[in-house]
């Protein structure tokens, strides 16, 4: 148990819809990460937030969007949904903000299926 | 697009075999990490090497950090059933930035037989 938690753990929905995923991370971390995996891309950073503010940003699409609140739990909204957005998105933390040893600890992930 | 090739894609081996697997880059990292990664679980820190040439060793995994800085490797000796998983590399964005977010390579499937 890496102490990160995410909800839920399976999501079934249809394309055009919107749905927020739930982040908590390990107590005492202000980083929340969130990642994407699916087949054809692997796994992908989308967007990195710290003590609230957002910290990084990748390949995350304009319908994506996140936010952390001021208890560092992140919730992670995805609207207008397409069949292709059909993942495993996974929720990371670490201690600070960044740098090469700031170990990055993974939830469990949530499964999303868009049908 | 993955910065990070990972080979092989999977290894099909006996109980107690070794493995090798490794990871190559056309950009240098200043940290290789590996993880592991089992079915409905999120990916597991496994080892993490910060110096070009560090050779890090985790029970029956060893890893280690290229002297070019653009390659890492990972051995598991007397693979056992339990070692069954995707093995990842990842490293932080090879840019001057702030920030940490992770690249990871395409993954290693490992299937092992009793």
């Known amino acids: 148990d890496s102490g990160v938690t995410q909800t839920p753990k399976h999501l079934i929905t249809a394309t055009g819809q919107r749905v927020t995923l739930r982040c908590s991370p390990r107590s005492g971390d202000l980083s929340v990460y969130w990642y994407q995996q699916s087949l054809d891309q692997g796994l992908q950073f989308l967007i990195q937030y710290y003590n609230g503010e957002e910290r990084a940003k990748g390949n995350i699409l304009e319908r994506f969007s996140a936010q952390q609140f001021p208890d560092l739990h992140s919730e992670l909204n995805l609207s207008s949904l397409e069949l292709g957005d059909s993942a495993l998105y996974f929720c990371?933390?670490?201690?600070?903000?960044?740098?090469?040893?700031?170990?990055?600890?993974f939830g469990p992930g949530t499964r999303l299926t868009v049908l | 697009g993955q910065q990070l090739n990972q080979s092989p894609q999977s290894m099909f081996i006996q109980e107690g075999e070794d493995v090798s697997m490794n990871c190559t880059s056309s950009?240098?990292?200043?940290?290789w990490l590996w993880y592991k990664q089992e079915p409905g679980e999120g990916p597991v820190l496994l080892i993490a090497?910060?110096?070009?040439?560090e050779l890090t060793s985790n029970g029956r995994l060893t890893a280690q950090f290229g002297i070019t800085r653009k390659d890492s490797f990972l051995n598991i000796s007397a693979s056992i059933p339990s070692d069954v998983g995707i093995y990842f590399c990842?490293?932080?964005?090879?840019?001057?930035?702030?920030?940490?977010?992770?690249?990871f390579g395409g993954g290693t499937r490992l299937m092992v037989k009793p």
């Open positions: 990371a933390s670490s201690r600070v903000r960044g740098g090469g040893t700031d170990t990055q600890y």
């Open positions: 090497l910060y110096k070009a040439g």
């Open positions: 950009s240098i990292f200043n940290t």
């Open positions: 990842a490293g932080p964005f090879p840019r001057v930035y702030a920030g940490n977010m992770l690249t």
